[in-house]
């Protein structure tokens, strides 16, 4: 009975040991956002899917409040189509964010394509693959690189967007420079 313990302990002693060489911490900044090479808090716009019937370009996804609703999987609009974003306040409840996008060349065609041919539509926006709104997207200026997603969006996801848009847009859009 006393090796049965001795084997359990020794066991249970070096399980402890080795998980904790398995779980890896990952450096953050002040903020308590991760600073890696890897893509976050990745942006999509794509269509809503009323009537699924396509198995291929067509998937369910979980919706913030808990609901799932189906996509497009070709998204109109993308990170890498981001340059920059910028959130502000929504008028009446400043807990809650707007977001402010900057389009590159491309981005712009693709929204402008998506704001005449879903005009009387809802695009489903998603963070990560999870939808956080739907909208109907507004033509943009033709003298800006701009474009409004209205919120409301959480303060958190609002400023992890914001902190990462650069970031992505760099690392899904990687120079010339950097690959020779």
């Given at each position: 009975m006393r090796s049965y313990w001795i084997v359990l302990i020794t066991a249970l002693v070096a399980f402890a040991l080795c998980s904790c060489e398995l779980v890896e911490?990952?450096?953050?900044?002040?903020?308590?956002?991760?600073?890696?090479?890897?893509?976050?808090f990745v942006m999509t716009v794509n269509q809503l899917v009323k009537y699924p019937h396509a198995e291929n370009i067509e998937r369910e996804v979980e919706c913030f409040d808990g609901n799932t609703i189906w996509i497009n999987t070709n998204y109109m609009l993308h990170s890498k189509h981001v340059e920059k974003v910028e959130m502000f306040p929504m008028p009446g409840n400043p807990k809650y964010y707007s977001l402010r996008l900057k389009l590159n060349h491309r981005g712009k065609l693709l929204w402008i394509q998506s704001s005449i041919g879903f005009k009387h539509s809802k695009l489903a926006f998603l963070v990560d693959g999870i939808c956080y709104r739907l909208f109907t997207p507004q033509e943009p200026d033709e003298n800006s690189d701009w474009v409004i997603i209205p919120g409301p969006f959480h303060k958190y996801l609002a400023t992890g967007i914001v902190h990462y848009s650069e970031s992505n847009y760099k690392l899904f859009n990687p120079s010339t420079d950097d690959i020779l």
């Open positions: 911490e990952k450096e953050t900044d002040a903020e308590g956002f991760v600073k890696d090479d890897n893509p976050h």
